[in-house]
């Protein structure tokens, strides 16, 4: 069974992402309760993720494989849905008279998706996405402490570096109050960037149009210039 690809980053996230970063500036010039100014951010916020993660959740219901309703077929699409939700409980029931699969998501958030996914043989697709599969271009970062130290990531090619940025950000906000997260927390993991780079599951970072090419940071090469032909 083929892994079903990450939802596309579109124009109406990148739109989002420049409402969001609008609002941290006009907020607290329109009001002056820094708490009022804060929730108002929040619950926005909170919308733009909940209607992005319904849009993700029915394209992948749309297109996943499900050759048969056999044990191994159910669980590896539970398996996807794990990665590109991380941190929330999901529950999938087969139903063999419909031919399908019921599907249910419940996030740490309070978000709630429900959905069916309809067995269909393996390479036959769902219905068509008129979305081109924006490709991932080098997206490269490091932490202000050590400039000189750099994870190799990607971004969708539609989105800027700072757009990229602030989806980062926002996973990793994510992260850290997932299940997963609050466990390592827990576990006395330090909450820092190194070790969510190293653990976030990859789904959350496609979603928002990123990729981990390593986990692991590399120093930057500095190269020098040849001497001079005499």
Request: one cysteine or more; hydrophobic letters at 40%; charged letters at 30%.
């Amino acid at each position: 069974m083929k892994k079903e690809k990450a939802p596309v980053v579109n124009k109406t996230s990148k739109a989002e992402a420049e409402v969001l970063d609008l609002l941290k500036k006009v907020l607290p010039k329109a009001t002056h309760d820094p708490q009022l100014a804060s929730k108002i951010y929040d619950a926005i916020e909170k919308e733009f993720k909940t209607k992005a993660r319904a849009v993700a959740f029915e394209k992948f219901c749309g297109k996943v494989e499900l050759p048969d309703l056999e044990p191994q077929s159910v669980q590896a699409v539970k398996s996807q849905l794990e990665q590109s939700f991380g941190g929330g409980d999901i529950t999938v029931k087969p139903d063999k008279k419909a031919q399908s699969m019921a599907v249910e998501v419940a996030l740490p958030d309070g978000s709630h998706f429900i959905s069916d996914i309809a067995v269909r043989p393996a390479g036959e697709e769902g219905e068509g996405d008129p979305e081109n599969v924006l490709k991932f271009i080098s997206f490269p970062v490091s932490l202000p402490g050590d400039p000189e130290l750099i994870w190799a990531l990607a971004k969708r090619e539609n989105l800027t570096n700072e757009e990229a940025a602030i989806q980062l950000a926002k996973v990793e906000e994510d992260f850290w109050a997932s299940k997963t997260g609050q466990k390592l927390i827990r576990d006395r993991i330090e909450r820092v960037f190194p070790e969510f780079i190293a653990r976030v599951p990859s789904g959350a970072l496609n979603e928002v149009g990123l990729k981990r090419h390593y986990k692991e940071p590399e120093t930057l090469k500095v190269l020098r210039p040849a001497p001079a032909a005499k």
